[in-house]
């Protein structure tokens, strides 16, 4: 099975209005924590945000917050306001603590925001 | 967070040879990751390598394909040996800092092999 599950491979975003980038996760290790990161088309990887299993608020980092509902195990990217300059690749990643400090990435969503 | 380089940014190789790639921390770290990003695809962990011992593979990657060295705390190589086009991919290297072990990457090497 997947461990992490990003279902959208594409999505638009009007600018300025808010997007939702799902993911969902797969974990039988109770302590985790999950990560989102952009790839514009450069290639570099850029860290967003961070969520630890055991944090009890949604995290938050400027425009970007994260919508932790852990009985469902989902990690869904809110991203408000969208610029043109948030098209890119974006990828949902987890890393559980009794596998190491390895990351385990989801497929990504494009995502394209129109003027 | 680290600042992350990577030597070279792309290249353009002949089946059959090999490229070295560079990563270099501007901070001690203890773990540095190196991942294959193949075209349209995600992120695939190769290898863990940590200073002083022999890196950790993950499956599917051998040591004879890709060595790997560590010779101290801010740098470490990869070598994509004996290339085939299939290994043309992005090669990027990460460590990992702060709340929650986050993961830091550098900028990515792009291989192209003809």
């Known amino acids: 099975a997947q461990k992490i599950t990003q279902t959208q491979p594409g999505m638009f975003v009007q600018e300025k209005e808010a997007v939702t980038l799902d993911c969902t996760y797969d974990t039988s290790d109770p302590s985790y924590g999950l990560f989102w990161y952009k790839q514009p088309s450069s290639g570099e990887m850029i860290f967003l945000i961070y969520q630890g299993s055991y944090d009890q608020q949604n995290a938050t980092e400027g425009r970007y917050s994260l919508n932790f509902q852990k009985a469902r195990k989902s990690a869904n990217l809110v991203i408000s306001a969208s610029q043109l300059g948030d098209s890119a690749m974006y990828f949902c990643?987890?890393?559980?603590?009794?596998?190491?400090?390895?990351?385990?990435f989801g497929g990504g969503t494009r995502l394209m925001v129109k003027p | 967070s680290a600042v992350i380089s990577q030597k070279p940014s792309r290249d353009i190789c002949q089946r059959g040879t090999s490229l070295t790639i560079q990563c270099q921390v501007d901070s001690q770290v203890t773990m540095m990751f190196w991942y294959r990003q193949q075209p349209g695809q995600s992120l695939t962990l190769i290898a863990t390598a940590n200073q002083g011992s022999e890196a950790t593979y993950e499956s599917g990657f051998v040591i004879d394909k890709f060595p790997i060295s560590r010779p101290n705390l801010t740098f470490s190589t990869l070598t994509v040996s004996n290339m085939s086009p299939e290994d043309s991919s992005i090669y990027l290297c990460?460590?990992?800092?702060?709340?929650?072990?986050?993961?830091?990457f550098g900028p990515g090497t792009r291989l192209t092999v003809l």
């Open positions: 990460s460590v990992d800092q702060g709340v929650g072990d986050t993961q830091y």
């Open positions: 990643a987890m890393r559980e603590d009794n596998a190491g400090n390895m990351l385990t």
